[in-house]
């Protein structure tokens, strides 16, 4: 591939729909080429800017589940004497403040789960695309980058295990807010490890994981941090994130 090849792929690359080989040729252009590593670093934030400016979905296919569902157990049958348009009192009242109190309790509980859900997707996403690191190299440049560009404490994860190697770090944003990818070389394989600040109110949490587009996705809070580590290869992923947790 050259540079035109590149620049007339990159959203198709971008996008995560090239086939892993066809990705290989590209990443190893753009990785030679200071010329397409910039062009791919603005446009990757390009997306990701139009992609935290999008509109959410409108109401979550849970919510309007539980909804139907409330409307399916409402009293019934319906009296026979109700007039066409229901007065606000009565049943239809009583119903329509279950609807309310349904949707204020679905609100909130959706928030949070959604919230996850989008740290997760997102980090999901961001391995895919796999963008070119803005540093490259010792765990001291990293660390260095990491100190002068984040506005929050990376937990900058340091492995004993000679088969895992910090290949570099950039700047990224996840949930809308400022964050960091750094990626690794476990067993030859890619891995990203994505933080951001979490929440100051927010109590250190467990590790968790999910399956999610054929990637295993381990989050946890720690010292501060929300951690998000994404890789194709699920004993990998667990011993990367082992080896973070216990330090
Ligand atoms: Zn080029």
Redesign the pocket.
């Known amino acids: 591939m050259?540079?035109d090849d590149?620049q007339n792929a990159l959203y198709v690359y971008l996008d995560g729909e090239f086939a892993e080989l066809e990705a290989r040729d590209f990443e190893r252009?753009v990785d030679a080429?200071a010329?397409?590593t910039k062009l791919m670093v603005r446009e990757g934030r390009f997306l990701e800017a139009v992609r935290d400016a999008a509109p959410q979905d409108p109401a979550p296919a849970g919510l309007r589940d539980r909804l139907a569902l409330a409307i399916d157990n409402a009293p019934s049958p319906l009296p026979a004497t109700l007039p066409v348009a229901p007065r606000p009192r009565g049943w239809a009242f009583a119903l329509a403040a279950a609807a309310l109190v349904l949707v204020a309790v679905g609100l909130s509980v959706g928030t949070t789960a959604s919230a996850e859900n989008t740290v997760i997707d997102e980090s999901v996403a961001t391995h895919q695309k796999s963008l070119p690191m803005e540093v490259r190299g010792s765990h001291r440049n990293v660390s260095d980058f990491l100190q002068q560009n984040v506005p929050f404490a990376v937990d900058l994860p340091t492995f004993q295990d000679p088969t895992a190697r910090l290949v570099g770090a950039r700047l990224t944003r996840v949930h809308g807010r400022e964050a960091v990818l750094l990626n690794y070389e476990v067993d030859g394989e890619r891995m990203s490890v994505i933080q951001l600040a979490a929440e100051t109110s927010v109590d250190d949490a467990e590790p968790a994981v999910q399956s999610k587009r054929g990637f295993d996705v381990w989050t946890f809070k720690r010292k501060g941090v929300l951690n998000s580590f994404v890789g194709r290869d699920a004993r990998s992923v667990r011993r990367l994130v082992r080896a973070a947790y216990r330090r």
Request: hydrophobic share 15%; aromatic share 0%; glycine share 0%.
């Open positions: 050259n540079c590149i252009h080429c010329r397409c």
